[in-house]
């Protein structure tokens, strides 16, 4: 996941304790989103184990295998691989044999999983218990828009929208979802029950 802070001066624990990585960070940019929005963006969203990896010093991706353990969003079959760039520098992701992970990624036209650095990868056991009920309701706030807000003054412009302000000491940190209401407004909410819907 793994996203670009350069237009924040911010430490980079601060914004990416859900899962983000510095390697690469000099050569491979990606705009900061909330957990929710690459959910939302990714094709498939799995937990799988790594049970190996083939790399062969080229240009070429690196392919991870897994062993499929949970199905949260995408097609719903078994993937027994997934790919990402052979360098950081292309945003390339390295995983660790014998690691669960949450893994959001990208079907490929020939139907193949691919991950970067832009998309999320974290470590199943890294992930706290309200992050994992999360993944039940991020897909009840698609049609939401989150706004990121990285100095005071900003707002929102539509109902639809929920202020992410995870970089001030009063915040809606990443533990929670923006999850739309019967009345088509969005709002934050955390854990599994959704009052007001």
């Known amino acids: 996941m793994i ?6 001066a911010l430490p980079l624990a601060l914004l990416f304790s859900w899962g983000l990585k510095e390697e690469g960070a000099q050569a491979c940019t990606c705009p900061p989103m909330h957990p929710q929005e ?37 097609p719903k079959r078994l993937f027994h691989a997934i790919y990402t760039p052979s360098s950081s520098a292309a945003c390339g992701i390295t995983l660790t044999n014998g690691v669960d992970y949450l893994l959001m990624a990208r079907l490929q036209s ?9 998309d999320f990868y974290q470590p199943w056991d890294d992930l706290s218990a309200m992050q ?16 990121r807000c990285a100095s005071h003054p ?13 970089f001030f000491p009063v915040k809606h940190p990443r533990n929670f979802a923006c999850i739309k209401r ?3 407004s969005c709002a934050w ?4 029950t959704l009052k007001g819907r």
């Open 110 to 118: 020939d139907g193949s999983l691919y991950i970067t650095s832009c």
């Open 38 to 74: 690459v959910f939302c963006q990714a094709d498939v969203v799995i937990a799988a184990k790594v049970v190996g990896a083939k790399a062969d010093g080229s240009l070429n991706p690196i392919k991870y295998d897994i062993q499929q353990i949970t199905h949260f969003k995408g």
């Open 132 to 147: 994992k009920r999360l993944l039940q309701l991020y897909g009840l706030g698609c049609d939401c828009k989150i706004t």
């Open 154 to 166: 900003c707002g929102i412009s539509s109902r639809t929208e929920c202020l992410w302000t995870d």
């Open 189 to 192: 909410f955390r854990g599994l």
């Open 182 to 184: 019967r009345d088509g």
């Open 3 to 8: 996203w670009l802070l350069k237009s924040f």
